[in-house]
């Protein structure tokens, strides 16, 4: 999807980027883990079927991908942009019945950034700018049953358990976005400010986007 192409969204722990060409590498170096692999079910790629990967969600109207950055990594003058990559998260609209439905899923993938609260902050923004952006009424989420993290994080946050499939081993959840939902989302996410990516005079840092 091109509409956030240019889009930087800042919260207190993450920085959201698009996803861009110059990630793909690391991205692939992450999805060659297999427990991320378990934890996504996605079958590891080719360098170069990563890069057509990250061409075609660009170009889908029907992917939203942002790239999470740490931001205290991203503040340092000593670290990239590319440096300060720890996961990412996505939007699918793929139900043709319900164009205003959006599948919502996360992965922090670096181990050392997880259970700190970036994956909260990263999901609930994504949440937000959903709704707010993208007109996103009612959200579900496919998470393994091992990933007990995610499934945590998205109770807390609302969600709830509409099926499971032994088959895949894999629990469906869903929200939708009531008016308590929506203000919620609001108040938590308050502090975010958007920024033009790649656009220093936004930034009170150094060029991150290097």
Same mark, same amino acid.
């Given at each position: 999807m091109?509409?956030?192409?240019?889009?930087?969204?800042e919260?207190?722990?993450?920085?959201?980027v698009?996803?861009? /060409?110059?990630?793909?590498?690391?991205?692939?170096?992450? *999805?060659?883990?297999?427990?991320? !692999? &378990? @934890?996504?079910?996605? $079958?590891?790629?080719?360098?170069?079927?990563?890069?057509?990967?990250?061409?075609s969600?660009?170009?889908?109207?029907?992917?939203?991908?942002?790239?999470?950055?740490?931001?205290?990594?991203?503040?340092?003058?000593?670290?990239t942009?590319?440096?300060?990559?720890?996961?990412?998260?996505?939007?699918?609209?793929?139900?043709?019945?319900?164009?205003?439905?959006a599948?919502?899923?996360?992965?922090?993938?670096?181990?050392?950034?997880?259970? /700190?609260?970036?994956?909260?902050?990263?999901?609930?923004t *994504?949440?937000?700018?959903?709704v !707010? &952006? @993208?007109?996103?009424? $009612?959200?579900?989420?496919k998470?393994g049953?091992?990933?007990?993290?995610?499934?945590?994080?998205?109770?807390?946050?609302?969600?709830?358990?509409?099926?499971?499939?032994?088959?895949?081993?894999e629990?469906?959840?869903?929200?939708?976005?009531?008016?308590?939902?929506?203000?919620?989302?609001?108040?938590e996410?308050?502090?975010?400010?958007?920024?033009?990516?790649?656009?220093?005079s936004?930034?009170?840092?150094?060029?991150?986007?290097?």
């Amino acid at each position: 999807m091109k509409i956030n192409e240019n889009t930087l969204l800042e919260g207190s722990r993450i920085v959201l980027v698009p996803y861009k /060409k110059q990630h793909v590498p690391k991205y692939h170096g992450w *999805m060659q883990s297999s427990e991320l !692999q &378990e @934890l996504t079910a996605s $079958e590891p790629l080719t360098l170069q079927q990563e890069y057509e990967m990250q061409n075609s969600w660009w170009q889908d109207q029907n992917k939203c991908t942002f790239i999470v950055l740490d931001k205290t990594s991203w503040q340092s003058a000593e670290k990239t942009e590319i440096d300060s990559m720890i996961g990412d998260v996505n939007l699918f609209f793929t139900n043709q019945e319900s164009p205003t439905e959006a599948e919502i899923e996360i992965m922090i993938a670096e181990p050392t950034s997880r259970r /700190k609260g970036s994956g909260r902050e990263a999901l609930t923004t *994504m949440m937000a700018y959903g709704v !707010q &952006e @993208l007109g996103v009424t $009612e959200y579900v989420a496919k998470i393994g049953y091992s990933n007990h993290g995610s499934l945590s994080l998205f109770h807390k946050l609302g969600f709830t358990e509409v099926s499971r499939s032994d088959v895949f081993q894999e629990v469906t959840l869903h929200l939708p976005i009531c008016d308590d939902i929506r203000t919620r989302l609001e108040q938590e996410t308050s502090h975010i400010s958007k920024h033009m990516y790649g656009d220093l005079s936004t930034y009170t840092y150094e060029d991150h986007s290097r």
